[in-house]
């Protein structure tokens, strides 16, 4: 009999999520991780706005969204275990939360993503984002931190 995969569920962050996404931010962010501290306070001012994906064992993936604010709201970070990618986890964390922001009003959503990060681009632009004209945004989050910005339609 076949070995039966867990299943993979995507669900609101939760306080005791705080170690695990600490963990999963610095293995897939190892430059320039947030910080503790940044990753508690946002967790607990955009808690609604915080999934993660959790295969029954550990927290594979979590994307945060900013609520919508005159019609606008920011992804501010996407992530998936190096192990786990290629399996569709970004884009199920992206649409939940893109689906929360459309109910919320948003008209608008924005991130901003490594030019070198192809794969993440492709996705970004499967789901609908545009890059904004002009091109990477250079220092944009720091000297040598470039950064493509891009739109989406909600």
Known sequence: MPATRPSLRVRTALEQDMSDIVLLDREVFPDL???????????DAFKE????VHDGDRLCGYVL???PSEG???ILTLGVAPGMRHRGLGRQLMRE????????GARTARL????ENV????????LGFA????????????????????????
């Open 33 to 43: 991780p947030y910080p503790y501290f940044v990753l508690r306070q946002l967790l």
């Open 49 to 52: 706005h915080m999934f993660v």
């Open 65 to 67: 969204a900013t609520p």
């Open 72 to 74: 606008q709201s920011w």
């Open 97 to 104: 939360a893109l689906d929360r922001l459309r109910a919320e």
């Open 112 to 115: 901003g993503v490594r030019p």
């Open 119 to 126: 794969t993440a681009i492709r996705l970004y632009i499967s």
């Open 131 to 154: 890059p904004d004209p002009g091109g990477p945004r250079s220092d944009y989050f720091g000297p040598g931190e470039d950064r493509l910005l891009m739109t989406l339609a909600l």
